[in-house]
């Protein structure tokens, strides 16, 4: 069964400083990833997506990731974080496979990210 | 850009009554999808929907739970008798294939 565990719960950086979020994740085949973000009091916008192409996916406001599967972790980066980052994310891994599963998602419990000017 | 809108933002209920979270997907995607959020806890996957069925359900998506897509253009979550812990953030998503683009919720509150 899929499933994706978010390290940190809590993660503190200053303005200008890089960021990075860290999701392990455990899978029976070549799974599909995603990170999603939920300012407060809006919904859930995707950051970015990896469907087994290309191993450093690039997503929205400067954020990547980068796919790694002898450590099974797809953590978050960015070099230089923004007061406007600070948000929930989410690391999420779909249950189906292939570039155009439709299965349900599955989520991580989330880290808060705070940006300190 | 097309977005998933959902309605009403917040939702106040009393215990025991019926209620229906309304969703309008983006217009040309086919898979429809309810997620909640119970406050302090992870987004958690109730129903998918295609071709005018259930595709898949979670445990949590009991008897009291319905979903239907009354017309070319909403897709509605019906909770027949609302619990205390049915008090969570509703997300209704949308997609073609991958990936699920999400509307901003709806708070429901069970008093």
């Known amino acids: 069964a899929q499933s994706v565990t978010q390290l940190d719960s809590h993660v503190s950086v200053s303005e200008g400083t890089p960021v990075l979020l860290r999701c392990n994740y455990s899978?029976?085949?070549?799974?599909?990833l995603f990170w999603y973000v939920q300012h407060p009091n809006k919904g859930l916008q995707l950051l970015l997506k990896?469907?087994?192409?290309?191993?450093l996916v690039k997503g929205i406001n400067g954020f990547e990731a980068e796919f790694k599967k002898s450590e099974t972790s797809f953590h978050l980066t960015k070099p230089s974080a923004h007061m406007s980052d600070a948000a929930e994310y989410f690391c999420?891994?779909?249950?189906?496979?292939?570039?155009?599963?439709?299965?349900?998602?599955?989520f991580g419990q989330g880290t808060t990210l705070q940006v300190k000017p | 850009e097309p977005e998933v809108t959902q309605t009403p933002s917040h939702q106040v209920t009393q215990m025991g009554q019926e209620v229906i979270l309304r969703c309008v997907p983006i217009s040309n995607h086919l898979y429809f999808y309810w997620y909640r959020q119970i406050l302090g806890q992870k987004v958690e996957f109730l129903v998918s929907?295609?071709?005018?069925?259930?595709?898949?359900k979670s445990e949590i998506f009991d008897d009291q739970f319905s979903v239907e897509r009354p017309d070319g253009s909403n897709f509605t979550l019906k909770i027949r008798s609302t619990k205390l812990e049915d008090s969570a953030m509703y997300f209704c998503a949308s997609s073609k294939n991958q990936p699920q683009h999400f509307g901003d919720g709806t708070r429901l509150s069970i008093l």
């Open positions: 929907f295609y071709n005018n069925e259930i595709s898949e």
């Open positions: 990896y469907t087994s192409a290309a191993t």
């Open positions: 899978s029976s085949y070549s799974p599909s």
């Open positions: 999420v891994v779909s249950t189906g496979y292939g570039s155009s599963n439709t299965g349900k998602l599955i």
